[in-house]
Structure formats: C-alpha cells, structure tokens
C-alpha cells in the first residue's frame, strides 16, 4: 500500500468517525472554506487553495493522497504569526484532475505558478513527504521564490521509501478499456509515489536557501536516506524526531510545528564542525581560568 493510499484511507476515517484532526473547535474545515478558498489556473487544471492569517507567507505542501486538510495541525499553529498558503496537488481534494502522469516537477511548477499568481514575493516553505520532494525541487526550479525550506520526510527517487510503504506495478489497462475519472486519478497517485522522484543527490548542491531536513526516527523514509539528502545541502540542518512516524505532523503537531517554527524564526547560521567546537572549548578554557 503506497504513501498515498495510507493518507486517502486515514482521512476518509477520520472524516467518517467526525475527526477535527487538530483544528480548534471555532476554526473552520480547512479544505473546504469558501471564505478563505480560491482558485487559479495552470496548465490546464484549475486548482484549489486557502490563505490564512497574515505576517510572512508560509506554503505549506501535503503530501500523497493527503489534501490542505492534512495540514490541519499546522495551519492553526502558523496562521497566528504568518499569511499561511496552502493548494490541493493536481489529482488531489478539490483541485482538478490532470490530463497527463504526475511529475515532482510538475507539481512543483504549479506552486511556482501559485505564488506568481498571489504575488507574494519569496516565501518560506514547509513540505511533508512528497510536500517535501516539491518543496526541494521548488528550491532547485525556483530559488528566487524560496526564502527557507523546511523538508520533512521527503525522498529523492523510490529506493529511499521502505517497499513496505510502495504498491507493486500495476498491469497495464486492457486495450480500449478506459478508467472511470475517480480510478484513473488514483492511478495516477499512486504511480506518483511508485515510480518518481528521480533527483540526484549532487542536484541538491545548487539549493543556497537554507533548509532544514526533518524525518521520524520509525519513518516510512529510510534513515539513511534521509542522511544523503541533509550531506548534500549547502546550508542545512537536521532534525530526527524520537519514538516518532512519518505522521508525526498530525500525531504530534506540537512538537513538528515547534521544530520547523525554530528554524523559520532564527537567523540561520551556518555550523563549522570542528571550528565552533574549538570556540566553546576555548570559551570554557578561559571561563576556568578566569575562576581561579
């Protein structure tokens, strides 16, 4: 079972059992608020989106089969201190289906084409699972829309997903069978997860926006994965949640949204391994001998 279908079948029980997942009970049913919703054309989809708040544009990216509403959590923490952003994917809520396979790049694209439609200059990013691919790749196809990036659980081509988290191929289509449009935009995802990303490490070199690197340390992303992606970074950081999973941004909002609220908020220096381990050595050197 792909990323995808997890999120589809967990939301559409939470949406059955009449879960709020995380918002407050006086906010409204983020993905389907007509007074904060929109939409804008790209490529020949019409897309969904909500803005909230207002301070510093935030996007914020959902992940496989998930919608705005998965980011439920999150948009009640930021929309307290920032303009929060957020679209349904192509083939995903309420946004329209689209006409040819799913592409990172493609989706990324459309956010690109989002932000230039809302006019909001650069803006700090926040992507969990494929939202993280999109997230990196918004930053390698479009640096002067990006500020920062904050990328959890995200991968860089198939391998670095647990097969456990993946669906096989599928076979293919019968001649002159046609899928109704529900079926084929469920193809379409899952094939999403199945057969892409494909970005090479080397390629996250050329990302100059600072970007922290966030994962669960009982992810669906392999440890190690998740590791190539941090080591390729010019500029980033890392974060490993403990005893967490890959839907620590619902199980756990808390907690997620302080880790990526920390770095969005601090001026982001970059670290000397061995150079700043010397400098609080000396400091503590000379602390001690000031003592005596």
Same mark, same amino acid.
């Given at each position: 079972?792909?990323?995808?279908?997890?999120?589809?079948? !967990?939301? /559409?029980?939470? $949406?059955?059992?009449?879960? &709020?997942?995380?918002?407050? #009970?006086? +906010? %409204?049913?983020?993905?389907?608020?007509?007074?904060?919703?929109?939409?804008?054309?790209?490529?020949?989809?019409?897309?969904?989106?909500?803005?909230?708040?207002?301070?510093?544009?935030?996007?914020?990216?959902?992940?496989?089969?998930?919608?705005?509403?998965?980011?439920?959590?999150?948009?009640?923490?930021?929309?307290?201190?920032?303009?929060?952003?957020?679209?349904?994917?192509?083939?995903?809520?309420?946004?329209?289906?689209?006409?040819?396979?799913?592409?990172?790049?493609?989706?990324?694209?459309?956010?690109?084409?989002?932000?230039?439609?809302?006019?909001?200059?650069?803006?700090?990013?926040?992507?969990?699972?494929?939202?993280?691919?999109?997230?990196?790749?918004?930053?390698?196809?479009?640096?002067?829309?990006?500020?920062?990036?904050?990328?959890?659980? !995200?991968? /860089?081509?198939? $391998?670095?997903?647990?097969? &456990?988290?993946?669906?096989? #191929?599928? +076979? %293919?289509?019968?001649?002159?069978?046609?899928?109704?449009?529900?079926?084929?935009?469920?193809?379409?995802?899952?094939?999403?997860?199945?057969?892409?990303?494909?970005?090479?490490?080397?390629?996250?070199?050329?990302?100059?926006?600072?970007?922290?690197?966030?994962?669960?340390?009982?992810?669906?992303?392999?440890?190690?994965?998740?590791?190539?992606?941090?080591?390729?970074?010019?500029?980033?950081?890392?974060?490993?949640?403990?005893?967490?999973?890959?839907?620590?941004?619902?199980?756990?909002?808390?907690?997620?949204?302080?880790?990526?609220?920390?770095?969005?908020?601090?001026?982001?220096?970059?670290?000397?391994?061995?150079?700043?381990?010397?400098?609080?050595?000396?400091?503590?050197?000379?602390?001690?001998?000031?003592?005596?």
């Amino acid at each position: 079972m792909t990323l995808g279908r997890l999120f589809s079948l !967990a939301f /559409l029980l939470l $949406a059955a059992s009449g879960v &709020a997942m995380a918002e407050t #009970p006086a +906010a %409204p049913k983020y993905g389907s608020n007509a007074a904060a919703g929109g939409y804008v054309e790209h490529g020949g989809v019409r897309f969904y989106y909500e803005t909230y708040g207002s301070g510093p544009p935030l996007l914020l990216i959902h992940g496989n089969g998930a919608n705005i509403r998965s980011l439920s959590g999150q948009i009640d923490y930021f929309r307290k201190s920032r303009r929060v952003i957020v679209m349904d994917s192509r083939d995903h809520g309420r946004s329209g289906d689209s006409p040819v396979p799913l592409t990172f790049e493609m989706l990324s694209d459309d956010l690109a084409h989002l932000l230039d439609d809302l006019r909001t200059g650069p803006v700090d990013v926040l992507g969990w699972s494929d939202g993280g691919i999109e997230a990196l790749l918004l930053g390698l196809r479009h640096p002067e829309k990006v500020t920062r990036i904050a990328a959890m659980a !995200a991968n /860089l081509d198939p $391998a670095g997903v647990y097969p &456990a988290f993946l669906d096989p #191929p599928e +076979a %293919p289509l019968p001649p002159g069978k046609v899928l109704d449009p529900k079926a084929a935009r469920e193809r379409r995802v899952k094939a999403l997860d199945r057969d892409e990303p494909h970005i090479k490490p080397e390629a996250l070199e050329a990302i100059v926006a600072p970007t922290l690197v966030m994962a669960s340390d009982h992810d669906a992303i392999r440890d190690e994965h998740t590791l190539e992606i941090y080591h390729h970074l010019r500029n980033s950081q890392l974060v490993i949640f403990p005893n967490a999973t890959h839907m620590i941004p619902i199980d756990d909002p808390a907690t997620f949204n302080a880790a990526a609220d920390r770095f969005f908020s601090t001026p982001f220096v970059k670290k000397d391994r061995l150079g700043d381990l010397l400098k609080t050595l000396q400091r503590l050197m000379a602390e001690a001998a000031a003592e005596k």
